[in-house]
Nanobody, 115 residues
Framework: QVQLVESGGGLVQAGGSLLLSCTSS????????INWWRQAPGKEREYVAT????????TYAYAVEGRFIISRDNARNAVYLQMNNLQPEDTAVYYC????????WGQGTQVTVSS
């Protein structure tokens, strides 16, 4: 199982930026595609983005395309989510998840965008 830790969340004003990180100590981290998801209070978990294991294939949810950038550095066992032009509707707990056999998830990091 890949243990994942998210970091980088915080409070930002609308129009601002944040960089989230998803890191792991697992030697197998580079074997798996990584997804970002988010969950706002009272709402269902929402898909954000995916990066393949070597970074060659990337997909985004329509709601974030053009504003968010996903990337990875397998040498550092890290996946990043650069979030630009943040809006209040981006407020949520953000999770990273590995497409491994166990469906590994991190504990989440809170992002709050004030208007």
């Amino acid at each position: 199982q890949v243990q994942l830790v998210e970091s980088g969340g915080g409070l930002v004003q609308a129009g601002g930026s944040l960089l989230l990180s998803c890191t792991s100590s697992a030697r197998t981290f580079s074997y798996y595609a990584i997804n970002w998801w988010r969950q706002a209070p009272g709402k269902e978990r929402e898909y954000v983005a995916t990066i393949s294991k070597n970074g060659g294939k990337i997909t985004y949810a329509y709601a974030v395309e053009g504003r968010f950038i996903i990337s990875r550095d397998n040498a550092r066992n890290a996946v990043y989510l650069q979030m630009n032009n943040l809006q209040p509707e981006d407020t949520a707990v953000y999770y990273c998840a590995a497409e491994d056999d166990y469906g590994s998830w991190g504990q989440g990091t809170q992002v709050t965008v004030s208007s």
